[in-house]
């Protein structure tokens, strides 16, 4: 493999490059966080919408995330859903009551 930042070739699995210093995973890290963002991001859009997705893409992201800012999106995306879901209840217990009254 070659370093990232001055492209001189250094061993494989090397975690700085010996002649620049240069870190060879802070791109992947940067990467990989980006993309696992999106579960957490998916939850909020559902969960606001109301939508099941909401519940699903939350539970994916608990499953998944091992960082802190990531599951509290997820959990926001849940609590967003759930009191969209109490609010869906209470909507269909009071027309229930409606067509019994
Ligand atoms: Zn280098």
Do not use: D, H, M
């Given at each position: 493999m070659f370093c990232k930042s001055c492209g001189?070739?250094?061993?494989?699995?090397?975690?700085?490059?010996?002649?620049?210093?240069?870190?060879?995973?802070?791109?992947?890290?940067?990467?990989?966080?980006?993309?696992?963002?999106?579960?957490?991001?998916?939850?909020?859009?559902?969960?606001?919408?109301?939508?099941?997705?909401?519940?699903?893409?939350?539970?994916?992201?608990?499953?998944?995330?091992?960082d802190k800012e990531n599951k509290l999106m997820?959990?926001?995306?849940?609590?967003?859903?759930?009191?969209?879901?109490?609010?869906?209840?209470?909507?269909?217990?009071?027309?229930?009551?409606?067509?019994?009254?």
């Open positions: 001189r070739e250094i061993a494989e699995g090397t975690q700085f490059c010996p002649y620049c210093g240069a870190s060879q995973n802070s791109a992947n890290n940067v990467a990989t966080t980006q993309e696992s963002k999106v579960w957490g991001i998916l939850s909020l859009i559902f969960g606001i919408l109301g939508g099941w997705l909401g519940l699903v893409f939350g539970i994916i992201g608990l499953c998944t995330y091992k997820c959990k926001v995306g849940i609590g967003v859903f759930a009191f969209w879901a109490i609010i869906y209840l209470l909507i269909l217990i009071s027309s229930f009551s409606l067509v019994n009254g």
